[in-house]
């Protein structure tokens, strides 16, 4: 199934023509009400025709788009029913290095014309933007999840999978721009460590090896990405620089105005020619064009025409994450920046913190609704992080333009002048000290507010959030009124108040409850009581992570792995990227085969062995399997656990985590477990999972089996459902109910499911 969103686009379409009815019926009313009938007609003309424009805009676009998207599906369709050899191939921008090798976007050329079908493609290794390839593999289409949607909104539509490069065409250095984008890159040499990494990133828009970094990590959870991405904030600190320079050489207006353009399109073509960066050089141009032409500039008019253009000019645009990102950013700011910051003056914060300030929370409010459904993740330090780190990355731009021009000119004079390399590569180094000593200071401040408990925060988007966001936004357009201290500290500390309870609610008391975690067909089960909290194996994804967040976790003491399983434990680093993890809990043995992705992993790795207790508040967690020393690299190896819970007060619950362990090994330890509530069902619900005398020794209420929707292995099988009803317990799947949570109770467990039964 493909994520080509067809009923997203019908919905655009339907939902830019009411806004375009809405607009057009009702904002000349509310603005006759709340001013009087004269003033009506301002703002509330404007306003009106401000929304018509853009429902009618948001439902063409949305209709070209369609067409372009159909186009683009039968191409699709072509060029994954004909011998993928047959084509031709054009690599388009940096390549991306991951856990799983090297990808670039690549452009499918038909007869040497681009047909616009841009795929992701996985290689052996690193492939410059602009070669020309051909390459024996499969075309694949784009699956649903997470990953699928984020390539889409990137502008790609499938996976091409590359056996085999048959021919390869380098053509990177074959215009002035690029050869001086590859020199750059050699001076800066971002394979070097960090903080060139960061560098490349910041001067020349290439972020290969900085996304490998730590530290990249880092300016992730600090919401400080966008610093490094070439985007409007860098051609507006070029074109300041480079405005100085003319006005010293005292250039007329209309030639210091075509010198800033030619400058900003070459920078924008020397980093890579991002759609943002395209959008942000081509407002600038209508600025420019409307200075000269006597009239006045405006930002959201000039950012109305730079869409409109680009749009028509490519439809498929409008699916490129970081386009989307800039236009919301920089209409939000034309729209409400100056209010915003004018209601941050009213709490007396200097015009020096308020105004930057207030361009980091309009942005993030723009950007949030579209961020948070593709990543995830919130970051709540941002505005501060913005507020400190962006000043030095104002100063690391312009100190590594200069020394990357010095660099450059240093490395022509060296070529000619037949200068041995390793001098050349001295005398850049010492260029750069500034700039690299500068990166340091960015990468430390980075890692520093990263280090800050709830710096960033897994969230699953609610579908609410686009309406209250951007319904916030028209109600403030509209119903513009005077700040006040008193207004403005209640707009910003009651939220602040809520996301405080909430997080201390579910960090410090949360109920006492396990929860088998609907993760597909991987295992993950989460132990809490108050603000203790265990998570017993870790799925196979970034699923796991997704579980938790609307569970409410934002710490782990421990993370138990049965074994060593990937469904059981791949989705193990996603967690510690995730959120702070105490420890690492394992059978006794298996630490000395834990997997090689593991191997960097700085929490400590405990083993535990039978008899031993592990306490999550008031739940009591005994091993019972496996009996003496194991690899954990078979299910037979599977650490259970006896789970029990008493807090004097008459509430309880007994429940048998199982691991993937099956009948052989139930039938060892059910006797010595004894009568239990809850069953944790033995891999996934196997067909022999289970039998009837260890059924009878255990004489469980309720089973439960974790297994994935249309999984290839039939789980959980037929047979064992059959055992268990048989035995007199009821039975729910994940697959069919999603999360499965249990809570201690006075008569029995009460349970609870994410879906309906």
């Known amino acids: 199934m493909t994520v080509a969103p067809w009923g997203t686009i019908g919905a655009l379409v339907v939902l830019g023509c009411a806004l375009a009815l809405f607009a057009w019926r009702f ?20 306003v009106r025709l401000s929304l018509v424009f853009a429902g009618v805009g948001c439902a063409v676009a949305a209709a070209i788009s369609g067409v372009e998207l159909a186009g683009w599906e039968h191409r699709l369709h072509m060029a994954g029913s004909a011998s993928v050899s047959a084509w031709q191939f054009v690599t388009i921008g940096d390549p991306s290095l991951g856990e799983y090798g090297a990808s670039s976007t690549v452009e499918l050329v038909d007869s040497g014309i681009p047909t616009g079908v841009r795929l992701r493609a996985t290689m052996g290794r690193t492939i410059e933007s602009g070669a020309a390839l051909r390459v024996v593999g499969h075309i694949e289409r784009l699956e649903e999840g997470d990953w699928a949607r984020g390539r889409f909104m990137r502008g790609e539509v499938g996976v091409l999978d590359v056996a085999t490069v048959l021919e390869m065409e380098e053509n990177a250095s074959s215009s002035p721009v690029a050869v001086a984008r590859t020199v750059a890159l050699s001076i800066l040499d971002s394979a070097c460590g960090p903080s060139r990494a960061l560098l490349a990133g910041t001067v020349c828009g290439r972020v290969t090896e900085l996304a490998r970094e730590d530290a990249y990590d880092a300016f992730s959870r600090c919401g400080l990405t966008h610093l490094v991405a070439v985007s409007g904030s860098h051609l507006a600190y070029i074109s300041a620089m480079l405005e100085m320079l003319l006005r010293r050489l005292r250039c007329g207006r209309a030639a210091k105005s075509a010198a800033l353009l030619v400058v900003m399109a070459l920078y924008v073509m020397f980093t890579g020619g991002a759609p943002s960066a395209l959008r942000s050089v081509s407002m600038v141009g209508l600025a420019t064009a409307a200075i000269l032409g006597g009239r006045r500039s405006h930002a ?24 989307q990102l800039s236009a919301l950013s920089v209409l939000f700011i034309g729209v409400l920046g100056r209010y915003v910051s004018y209601a941050l003056a009213c709490l007396r914060l200097p015009t020096a913190i308020a105004e930057p300030l207030s361009l980091s929370l309009v942005a993030q409010w723009a950007t949030l609704p579209v961020t948070l459904p593709v990543f995830g993740e919130v970051s709540l330090i941002a505005p501060l992080a913005n507020l400190v780190v962006g000043p030095v990355m104002t100063g690391l731009l312009m100190a590594g333009l200069g020394a990357t021009a010095v660099g450059e000119v240093v490395y022509g004079v060296g070529v000619l002048a037949d200068v041995p390399e390793a001098l050349i590569a001295r005398v850049a180094d010492a260029v750069l000290w500034l700039p690299d000593a500068l990166a340091q ?58 996301l405080v309870a909430h997080i201390l609610r579910w960090s410090m008391y949360a109920p006492a409850q396990v929860a088998i975690l609907d993760v597909g067909q991987a295992d993950a089960i989460l132990i809490r009581d108050g ?66 992705e593991l191997s960097s992993v700085s929490q400590e790795i405990v083993e535990v062995q039978v008899g031993d207790v592990i306490r999550v508040g008031e739940f009591a967690c005994r091993v019972v399997w496996p009996q003496g020393l194991v690899s954990g690299e078979e299910n037979a190896d599977s650490l259970c656990l006896d789970v029990s819970y008493g807090n004097g007060e008459g509430a309880s619950l007994d429940m048998l985590l199982t691991g993937d362990t099956e009948q052989d090994e139930l039938a060892e330890y059910a006797d010595e ?39 290839s292995y039939g789980h959980p099988d037929p047979v064992c459902v059959s055992l268990l009803e048989r035995a007199g317990a009821r039975f729910l799947c994940t697959k069919d109910v999603g999360d499965v949570i249990i809570r201690p109770g006075k008569t029995g467990p009460v349970v609870k499911t994410q879906g309906i039964q």
């Open 27 to 46: 904002i000349a009313r509310w603005e006759g009400t709340a001013h009087g009938d004269d003033a009506g007609s301002f703002p509330g003309r404007y």
């Open 441 to 498: 200071l960015a990468i430390f401040l980075a890692r520093l507010f990263a280090a800050v408990p709830f710096a960033s925060m897994t969230v699953v988007a609610p579908w609410w959030l686009p309406v209250l966001a951007y319904g916030a936004a028209i109600v403030v357009y509209v119903r513009w009124r005077d700040a006040s201290a008193r207004r403005v500290s209640c707009i910003i500390g009651l939220p602040a108040l809520l």
């Open 673 to 711: 477990v004894g009568d239990i509530d809850v069953l944790k069902v033995g891999h996934h619900g196997s067909e022999i999972a289970a039998a009837e005398k260890p059924l009878e020794l255990l004489d469980p209420e309720l089973a439960v089996a974790s297994a994935g929707e249309g999984n």
């Open 300 to 323: 959201p008019s000039a950012l109305a025409l730079t869409v409109t253009a680009l749009v028509w000019l490519n439809p498929g645009v409008v699916y490129d994450l970081g386009f």
């Open 531 to 596: 603000s203790r909290t265990m998570l017993v194996d870790a799925g196979v994804d970034n699923a796991v992570v997704e579980a938790l967040a609307r569970n409410n976790v934002y710490a782990l003491d421990a993370v138990v792995v049965t074994h060593w399983d990937r469904d059981h434990w791949g989705g193990l680093p996603d967690v510690l990227d995730a959120m702070p993890v105490g420890q690492i809990v394992v059978a006794c043995g298996a630490s000395a085969h834990a997997p090689s």
